[in-house]
Structures are given as structure tokens and as C-alpha cells.
């Protein structure tokens, strides 16, 4: 078989390779893997933003468009303050994504193996695992970014415009959980002039996926418009924290280490090669190579491309079974079982790392030394139950007056859902969305601190004193406990609350 079969794009695909029952069955069992061990730690910082979020739901936030704080808001409804309730929606995403993988190398001509390969591989790469461990909107950018390949695959097989309907349900969802789904819409409209696809342009189908999408944006281009793009001024700030840190470094690198399985590297690298060499699929690698490039240019974190990975992979797997097929048959079983073996290996050291295996002991104490987003989860438990030592330790006349004031959305997440353990108050911010929720119109005369040097506090706050430290059971060292562990109290505002509000937000 020439190199140019290998390439040629399937019409449809056989019958026998119509069933996903054992794509299905890898989806779930990782799935239920994931539910099975999210609950061993405590909510990250991050999920402790979007559950406080969903208690003030709203058409927009600070950092994000509002689905995911909405997804939130109907898991507090439903589980209450659950770690494995709250966790649920993100397992379900990376499950959808695991079984659309394996449709996409269905859709490709791809049999059996192609499919299975293609659902392991991507449910032991890094990012998706990492993914379904964390409420996180990237678990469901990942899923639109996945969804969006499927269905231009399934547009390009058939050349059924009414595929760009589905896209444009998909586009409005995408931009109503990360605005960063741009970059992968602009590969679609690059793929399609750059390709045969620009026989699109003039079809109704097109333009009316075009309009669903911006129809289901509006709500939150309205609350945008409304709040002076705040959200762009927070991307702004946020962009320009992480490359001062450091935190863009690494890109091209973490394409290979984080995005995918490392072992599948050829397979996904074989798959871009064959969207560019397949004029009817060509359309596909665009949309890989634009967002990477932009990403690339303008500093991007490596995880904004990882949705672009699952297509490839599954075009790759397509290619490498077609190989396979002409080698003979003890060379063909050697190689599938050296590729299954090497993703699985790799599969099993991401595991070790991402995964919340256990509660105590060496699995434990290795996952924490290597994942900071674990040490992350630790603490917010015994931050707030330090908070209400310190409360409860004041004079009544003092905690009839009292206010919270925290200097990140972890600490603000604490108190306000923790905290209700203990019935402390609101807590106060002007970080995030904290600042569209004002401050208090009586103020308060006693006030705890938390986030804050004490020459910070000092300078807002008057008679200010130490009164205790973040500190959690495990002795882990994440932000809170070393960079602002100290906790204190502090008498009334320098000055006006307005004057501090009158600044704006602070992004973080």
C-alpha cells in the first residue's frame, strides 16, 4: 500500500465498525475511576471562585461568561456542597470527550483498534485527566473544542452543511463557558478559506450556525457591554501575571508532555500530517495550526490548545491501523502492543501525579509533591474553622459588628460556603467579582483580615493585630499557608469603603 492510500479520505464507514460499545465501556470506567477518588482531598481555589459565583448568579462574571457558575449553581441544588456532586459534571464532560474521540476515528474509517487506541490514548493523556479530577471551565472548553472537530468531520465526510447548525450550537455554548474558543473558531474560518471548505461561505446553513452562536452569546455580550468589558481587562491583567511568572514558558514543550500522552506523539504528529496531506479533511489541521501559532505569538498558557488533540489522535490512529494492516502479523501484534504499553505506562505515571489516589501515605505524599494544583485543595476546611476561633474569641459588642475582608477568591469561596458551618458573614473583596457585589452600606468596626501583610492591613485598616495563621493538618505548603498565612484584626477602614471601591477591581 503507497503512502498516498494510507491518506486517501474514507466515504463511509463499514458496518462492522458502527458499534462504540467498547469506546463506551473505556469512557465509563474512567469515568467511574474519577468518581471514585475525587472526593480524597478538599475543593480547589478555583472551584471555591465558581461556587461562590453560583450563590450570585448572573448573565457574566469578572473572569468568565456565567455557564459555568451555572452548572455550579444546579449542582448545589442537587448535591449540596459535595466534592464528588460538584466534580460530577466535569467526569461527564472528559467522558463525552473520551467516547466523541472514538466516533471521530469511527467517522475517519477507522476500525476497531483505531478506535479503541484513540479512547485510551486520550483518556490517559494529562490534560483530560487532569480535567475530570477538578471543576474547571477548561473541562468544558475541552468538550466544545472536541465536539466542534466531531461535527467538521462529520460536515466534511458527508458535505451536509447543515452540520454548521450544530457548530453554531456548540460555538454559543463555547463562548458562554471561555472566551478563549475564539482561537479555535478562527482556525474554522481560516481552515475554511485556506481549503475546498470556502464552498461554504455563500450556504445558508453557514450563516445561520453563525447566528445561533451570536444569539446564544448575547446575554453575556449584553452583561459585557453593560460592565465596560471588564472580562477583557481581567484577561488583560491575567495574561501579563503569567508571563511576568513564568507561567507561558514551556509551550511548545507541553504540547508533547501535558496535552496528550507523550508515547502517542507519533500517532497525533501522523494525524496532522495526514489532515494537510487529505484535501477533503485539510480544513481540520488548520484549525490545529491557527490557534497553536496565536497562542504561540501571544504568550498563551499550553493547555489553552489541548481540545485540539483528541481529532488528531483519532485521524492518527486511523493512519497507524491502515499501516498496520500491511505488515505481517507478528509485526503488526508487536507494534499494537508496544504502543499500548507505552501509553499505558505513561498513562499510569500521569495517574500517580493527577489523581487523588489516597487520603495518607507514599501515593498521597507523591502526588503532592508533584502536582501543586492538589496543594491546593488542603486547608480551606481549617481556614474557615480558624476564622470562627477568632470571631468567637472577640467581645460580643465587637462580633455584633464585624466584617471579613479576604484577599483572594479562595479565601472568599471559603467563607462564604464553608463558612456558613460556623454562621460567619460575607466575606468582603475587591477582587473578581467580589467588587460588582459592593461593599457593606453600614460599615463594620471590627474586621478579621485574611490575604493581607500585615503592613497592607496597617495601611487600610487601624489598630490592627495579629490574631492567627492559615495552617492545614497535612502540613502542606501551597499559596495560603506561604505567602499570606497570617490572619488578623483590625478596627474600622481609613478611609471611605467607596474611595477603596472607587479603584475598580483588583484581578486575581
Same mark, same amino acid.
Given at each position: ?39 480524597? $482531598? ?43 456532586? !460538584? ?29 479503541? %487506541? ?11 485527566? %487532569? ?5 474547571? #471551565? ?95 481587562? %481581567? ?39 495526514? #489532515? ?26 499550553? #493547555? ?18 491502515? @499501516? ?22 505513561? +498513562?499510569? $505515571? ?17 502526588? !503532592? ?10 486547608? @480551606? ?37 464553608? +463558612? ?29 483580615? !485574611? ?28 499559596? &495560603? ?17 467607596? &474611595?477603596? @471601591?472607587?479603584?475598580?477591581? &483588583?484581578?486575581?
Amino acid at each position: 500500500m503507497h503512502s498516498r492510500d494510507l491518506l486517501k479520505a474514507p466515504t463511509a464507514a463499514p458496518r462492522s465498525q458502527l458499534s462504540i460499545m467498547p469506546v463506551l465501556v473505556i469512557a465509563l470506567l474512567f469515568g467511574a475511576a474519577h468518581m471514585l477518588t475525587n472526593g480524597q $482531598y478538599g475543593f480547589h481555589r478555583d472551584e471555591l471562585q465558581f461556587l461562590s459565583d453560583a450563590q450570585h448568579m448572573d448573565w457574566g462574571f469578572v473572569p468568565y461568561p456565567p455557564l459555568t457558575a451555572a452548572l455550579e449553581h444546579l449542582s448545589l441544588k442537587v448535591f449540596g456542597l459535595s466534592l464528588v456532586g !460538584l466534580r460530577l459534571f466535569s467526569v461527564l464532560a472528559q467522558v463525552l470527550v473520551i467516547v466523541v474521540s472514538g466516533l471521530m476515528a469511527r467517522d475517519l474509517g477507522g476500525g476497531r483498534l483505531a478506535q479503541i %487506541f484513540t479512547a485510551i490514548a486520550v483518556a490517559l493523556s494529562p490534560l483530560p485527566m %487532569f480535567w475530570a479530577t477538578e471543576f474547571q #471551565y477548561s473541562s468544558f472548553d475541552l468538550l466544545w473544542w472536541v465536539l466542534i472537530a466531531w461535527c467538521v468531520i462529520r460536515l466534511m465526510r458527508d458535505d451536509e452543511p447543515r452540520w454548521w447548525v450544530a457548530i453554531g450550537i456548540l460555538a454559543g455554548l463555547g463562548l458562554q463557558t471561555k472566551y478563549s474558543i475564539a482561537f479555535e473558531l478562527a482556525g474554522v474560518l481560516v481552515g475554511m478559506l485556506l481549503t475546498d471548505a470556502r464552498r461554504y461561505m455563500t450556504n445558508r446553513w453557514f450563516w445561520a450556525g453563525g447566528a445561533i452562536a451570536l444569539l446564544l452569546f448575547a446575554p453575556n455580550l449584553a452583561w459585557l457591554i453593560r460592565h465596560d468589558f471588564i472580562s477583557y481587562h %481581567f484577561l488583560q491583567g491575567i495574561h501579563a501575571r503569567d508571563v511576568d511568572e513564568g507561567r507561558a514558558d514551556g509551550f511548545l514543550r507541553d504540547q508533547f508532555l501535558m496535552n496528550a500522552n507523550l508515547f502517542a506523539a507519533p500517532v497525533w504528529l501522523a494525524g496532522l500530517v495526514a #489532515y494537510f496531506s487529505n484535501r477533503r479533511y485539510r480544513m481540520l489541521a488548520w484549525m490545529y495550526a491557527v490557534p497553536l501559532l496565536l497562542f504561540l505569538f501571544a504568550q498563551g498558557r499550553f #493547555y489553552y490548545t489541548g481540545g485540539a488533540y483528541p481529532m488528531l489522535l483519532a485521524m492518527g490512529s486511523v493512519i497507524g491501523e491502515r @499501516w498496520l494492516h500491511t505488515m505481517r502479523p507478528a509485526w503488526r501484534v508487536g507494534i499494537a502492543t508496544l504502543l499500548f504499553t507505552g501509553i499505558s505506562a505513561i +498513562g499510569l $505515571y500521569a495517574t500517580l501525579c493527577i489523581v487523588p489516589l489516597a487520603s495518607s501515605g507514599p501515593l498521597r505524599d507523591f502526588a !503532592l509533591q508533584k502536582n501543586s494544583d492538589l496543594r491546593e485543595e488542603i486547608g @480551606w476546611n481549617e481556614l474557615a474553622a480558624q476564622v470562627a476561633a477568632i470571631r468567637d474569641a472577640l467581645p460580643a459588642e465587637q462580633q455584633a459588628h464585624l466584617g471579613i475582608v479576604v484577599g483572594n477568591y479562595g479565601e472568599y469561596g471559603a467563607i462564604a460556603l464553608l +463558612g456558613q458551618k460556623y454562621h460567619l458573614p460575607a466575606p468582603i473583596t475587591a477582587i473578581n467579582s467580589g467588587w460588582l457585589r459592593g461593599y457593606p452600606q453600614t460599615p463594620p468596626s471590627t474586621i478579621i483580615v !485574611l490575604g493581607s501583610s500585615h503592613e497592607r492591613a496597617d495601611e487600610l485598616f487601624t489598630d490592627c493585630r495579629l490574631a492567627g495563621h492559615s495552617v492545614n493538618a497535612w502540613g502542606v505548603i501551597n499559596e &495560603e499557608s506561604q505567602y499570606h498565612p497570617d490572619i488578623f484584626v483590625c478596627g474600622p477602614m481609613r478611609k471611605p469603603w467607596s &474611595e477603596l @471601591w472607587g479603584h475598580g477591581p &483588583e484581578f486575581g
